[in-house]
């Protein structure tokens, strides 16, 4: 499945050769549909702060987003309009601004990881270290700047 054109282009820019999967089943089949644990299938959450930019969230499913007290999450209608994505469906990065992204540190014990990919039903396999190094925000927001 070719990933959305924001996502596309950030896995090309960043050399990366992950793929986006069409799995078009219920959440409640999709662990057993993935063969993988529900821990393993990830979410993204957009969380809004004030005076400063939002931030990414990537936390399992099956775990409520962490974040400060002085965070909010972002309404479906806010994330859309941040990051062109779908709520539901937005992925850790390859949106229309570079966005700090913190993960779970439960995802580092996972042996795969799946993460949604942009657009209904797509699910993007990754190892937890190469989502933890396409989600470096120090890493891409100096070689973007170049």
Not at 37 to 66: F, G, K, M, Y
Not at 109 to 115: A, E, H, K
Request: charged content about 15%; hydrophobic content about 45%.
């Amino acid at each position: 499945m070719t990933p959305p054109l924001g996502l596309l282009e950030y896995l090309e820019r960043v050399g990366s050769n992950a793929k986006l999967y069409a799995v078009p089943v219920a959440r409640h089949n999709l662990a057993l549909e993935l063969g993988c644990d529900e821990s393993h299938i990830l979410q993204t959450t957009l969380l809004l702060r004030p005076e400063r930019a939002p931030r990414i969230v990537v936390h399992p499913w099956t775990i409520e987003c962490p974040h400060a007290p002085d965070e909010r999450i972002a309404s479906a209608t806010q994330t859309l309009l941040l990051t062109g994505y779908p709520a539901e469906w937005l992925p850790p990065f390859g949106h229309p601004h570079l966005l700090e992204a913190s993960l779970h540190p439960s995802i580092m014990s996972s042996p795969c990881v799946w993460i949604p990919g942009g657009v209904a039903n797509s699910w993007m396999a990754l190892d937890p270290l190469e989502l933890m190094a396409l989600t470096d925000h120090s890493r891409w927001s100096q070689v973007f700047a170049a």
